[in-house]
T-cell receptor, first 112, second 116 residues
Framework: GEDVEQSLFLSVREGDSSVINCTYT??????LYWYKQEPGAGLQLLTY?????DMKQDQRLTVLLNKKDKHLSLRIADTQTGDSAIYFC????????????FGAGTQVVVTP | GAVVSQHPSRVICKSGTSVKIECRSL??????MFWYRQFPKQSLMLMAT?????????EQGVEKDKFLINHASLTLSTLTVTSAHPEDSSFYIC????????????FGQGTRLTVV
């Protein structure tokens, strides 16, 4: 089956940039997503990128997609303490519209 | 954006009892809903796909007789955990697909189930 992998933990100082990386194996992925999950809460969609794009910027968030290497990253500029959470990347394939394959999640801890 | 409401947000039940979790699309009709399960410090794993008016499709390894899914209307899917055991304790979360080719699926808030 398809796999999505992420680093498990990232510590960053407040005000610095955070970069969370993700790799996936499904070459037929159509959309790739970044979700944020705060403790005890559901999933909040942060941003997504269509597979024929290589970059998308949305305020403090920048998504980079290297389709050749199947590598996705999320950069958070000027990281704030409120950005502390678990971040999931997820991919959607063509034969499973509406179903997402999630990575294990990266716990981001922002220190003062 | 579209809103998906999941209820209850937390539930504690005794071993051997059944628990029903509801997933509602509040402002759109969802032809398809998805149920995921998340164990502590792990990712979300798809359990089943719920289709309005037909039987759910379960992922490999998910017991359909234990996790009963009913999608009786275009705005409501329910997941019933039958004869719950402590190992069923988990975070259950649903998502809904409007079926209009939207780029995102809309997630509920999740349900924290604890079986004692």
């Amino acid at each position: 089956g398809e796999d999505v992998e992420q680093s498990l933990f990232l510590s960053v100082r407040e005000g610095d940039s955070s970069v969370i990386n993700c790799t996936y194996t499904d070459s037929s992925s159509t959309y790739l997503y970044w979700y944020k999950q705060e403790p005890g809460a559901g999933l909040q969609l942060l941003t997504y990128i269509f597979s024929n794009m290589d970059m998308k910027q949305d305020q403090r968030l920048t998504v980079l997609l290297n389709k050749k290497d199947k590598h996705l990253s999320l950069r958070i500029a000027d990281t704030q303490t409120g950005d502390s959470a678990i971040y999931f990347c997820a991919e959607r394939g063509t034969d499973s519209w509406g179903k997402l394959q999630f990575g294990a999640g990266t716990q981001v801890v922002v220190t003062p | 954006g579209a809103v998906v409401s999941q209820h209850p947000s937390r539930v504690i039940c005794k071993s051997g009892t059944s628990v029903k979790i509801e997933c509602r699309s509040l402002d759109f009709q969802a032809t398809t809903m998805f149920w995921y399960r998340q164990f502590p410090k792990q990712s979300l794993m798809l359990m089943a796909t719920s289709n309005e008016g037909s039987k759910a499709t379960y992922e490999q390894g998910v017991e359909k007789d234990k996790f009963l899914i009913n999608h009786a209307s275009l705005t409501l899917s329910t997941l019933t955990v039958t004869s719950a055991h402590p190992e069923d304790s988990s975070f259950y979360i649903c998502s809904a697909d409007p079926g209009t080719g939207d780029t995102e699926a809309f997630f509920g808030q999740g349900t924290r189930l604890t079986v004692v």
